[in-house]
């Protein structure tokens, strides 16, 4: 038994003890032998389609820890065949006993500086800066907890990920996991008749005044956190929502609670909109400072007066010393800023435009972040607009081999400087027509790619005719009147395919057996 067919037995596919017992890495139960020849392979095959066909352009895997090293670079090779703009990224742990491979052999914390461009959850800075993600009322940073983790993830290193590149680490606030950043601000806080649980829907009840009326420290927080994650080294990552203070009312495991709990409430990003425009006003910052985003870290130097360090950048066009202030203290802190510079960030609004200036000295408030440019570079940057490339996308098809081709359909696109366009051939052209080529005007002809500025693509896809097809149509008429009483279905079927049409209630209507159609069967 060879191929898909090995893969699919479990004794081979699975890691086991013995013929009736699997490992559990996974905590599930069992745990994929991906150190197998053919699982690996089935793995890569699966990403490999999933981004050709799908146009997946990144993979999180869950419980990366259960797979070996080997693997991961195979799959990363793999998909930089593709396009080397796919990410890759994981939790760096597994949720059970035992992998069946050596420790050193299996992706981890400490190995994850055997891979490249393969980037992992930073758990120890998360958990540094919000506290524990395990116990609610577990303090940290951003409750006058310890800067050590904040500081190392803001010169893009951390304490769990020795030799691990910047790019590598996921330096993230919150994700679906567990409690948002909003919810874990007001469990820490102890926020009077705050409860929080697992897998409860009641707590919608419970809480939804309270996190309907969260304090100023607590918005305060949601800043400090987000400043944070965006001014550090390596990769920003938030849940969705956190933008605008989400929140899942206090369950920490609510993978089955109702909608009311897991749904984003886009009204909150009306009642929170100066968090969510802090949280865009410090994403243009980050545009502004490649350092943030380097491959290999930069060196930062630290700021007296609070947790603030200044970093350096070389990139022309854009500002050169940056320094960042969280002051997690509920009294305002005075940093030193000698020389001249320009606030772009105040605690209250965020972004590409002075706020003002500071020489000297600068004064954090409580609960608050700062961010300062040198001012002799603040001109240097200008917030692009960037420009837009234009897709044209053409079909083509034709009744047989020998014949001539002819354009029945036509799409176009606008895309931004450096978003992905994406062509892609005409499923209804294909339910009775076989797919025979495609001309692009894109380097190696490619139906894919990286917008530029004033690029004008063109795609054809052309088509040929493998059988007949054609609609049936379903009426719903008044038997009296003859009027429409109901919107009529179609039905696309293919020459010589059977169809049977059953009967469809009408809401106020009984259906007349008397003019009951005989075609409902046929082919």
């Not at 895997?61 to 080397?84: E, P, Y």
């Not at 006058?144 to 904040?150: D, F, H, L, N, V």
């Not at 997690?328 to 965020?350: D, E, F, L, P």
């Amino acid at each position: 038994v060879t191929g898909v067919q090995t893969c699919a037995l479990p004794i081979y596919r699975m890691s086991n003890m013995s013929t009736n017992s699997y490992n559990n890495g996974s905590g599930l139960g069992n745990v994929l032998s991906t150190e197998k020849v053919m699982t690996r392979k089935y793995v890569q095959d699966s990403l490999v389609y999933w981004a050709q066909e799908y146009h997946v352009d990144g993979f999180r895997f869950d419980l990366m820890g259960c797979h070996d090293l080997a693997s991961v670079k195979a799959w990363r090779t793999a998909l930089d065949q593709i396009d080397t703009r796919i990410m890759m990224y994981g939790e760096p742990w597994s949720g059970g006993s035992d992998n069946g491979i050596s420790s050193s052999l299996a992706v981890s914390k400490s190995t994850m500086n055997q891979l490249t461009r393969v980037g992992a959850f930073n758990e120890g800075y998360s958990d540094a800066l919000k506290g524990s993600h395990e116990t609610a009322t577990g303090t940290g940073f951003l409750n006058g907890g310890a800067a050590t983790e904040i500081l190392k993830a803001a010169g893009g290193t951390a304490s769990d990920f020795s030799g691990a590149k910047p790019e590598q680490m996921i330096q993230y606030t919150d994700n679906h996991d567990n409690w948002t950043l909003f919810e874990k601000s007001l469990a820490a806080k102890k926020t009077s008749g705050f409860k929080t649980a697992k897998d409860d829907p009641t707590l919608y009840d419970t809480n939804k005044n309270i996190v309907d009326n969260p304090s100023a420290q607590v918005l305060g927080q949601m800043k400090l956190g987000l400043t944070s994650a965006l001014t550090a080294q390596g990769i920003p990552f938030t849940v969705a929502g956190t933008e605008f203070c989400r929140t899942k009312y206090g369950d920490q495991n609510s993978y089955r609670s109702p909608d009311n709990m897991n749904a984003l409430n886009w009204n909150r990003a009306d009642t929170y909109s100066e968090i969510a425009d802090y949280y865009a006003g410090l994403i243009a910052i980050r545009k502004a400072v490649s350092a943030f985003g380097d491959t290999t870290a930069n060196a930062v130097s630290t700021v007296s007066g609070c947790t603030a360090w200044q970093i350096t950048n070389n990139k022309s066009g854009e500002w050169n010393n940056v320094i960042v202030a969280l002051n997690n203290s509920a009294s305002a802190k005075s940093i030193t800023c000698s020389g001249s510079w320009t606030v772009v960030a105040n605690g209250t609004k965020a972004g590409t435009t002075s706020l003002g200036t500071a020489s000297g000295s600068y004064s954090v408030p409580a609960w608050s972040s700062v961010v300062l440019v040198d001012s002799a570079s603040f001109g240097n940057y200008t917030q692009p607009t960037p420009g837009t490339a234009s897709l044209t996308v053409e079909h083509y098809t034709r009744d047989d081999a020998s014949g001539s081709y002819t354009k029945v359909a036509t799409q176009t696109a606008k895309y931004k400087e450096g978003q992905t366009w994406r062509a892609s051939q005409d499923l209804s052209i294909l339910f009775d027509h076989d797919f025979d080529k495609a001309e692009s005007t894109a380097a190696g002809n490619a139906t894919f790619g990286a917008a530029a500025a004033g690029q004008d693509i063109t795609v054809k896809y052309y088509y040929t005719r493998n059988i007949g097809s054609a609609y049936l149509t379903v009426n719903f008429l008044d038997s009296t009147s003859g009027e429409a009483v109901k919107t009529p279905m179609k039905y696309r079927l293919k020459d010589g395919a059977e169809y049977s049409i059953p009967a469809t209630r009408v809401q106020g209507y009984q259906l007349d057996m008397a003019k009951f159609p005989k075609d409902t069967i046929g082919t």
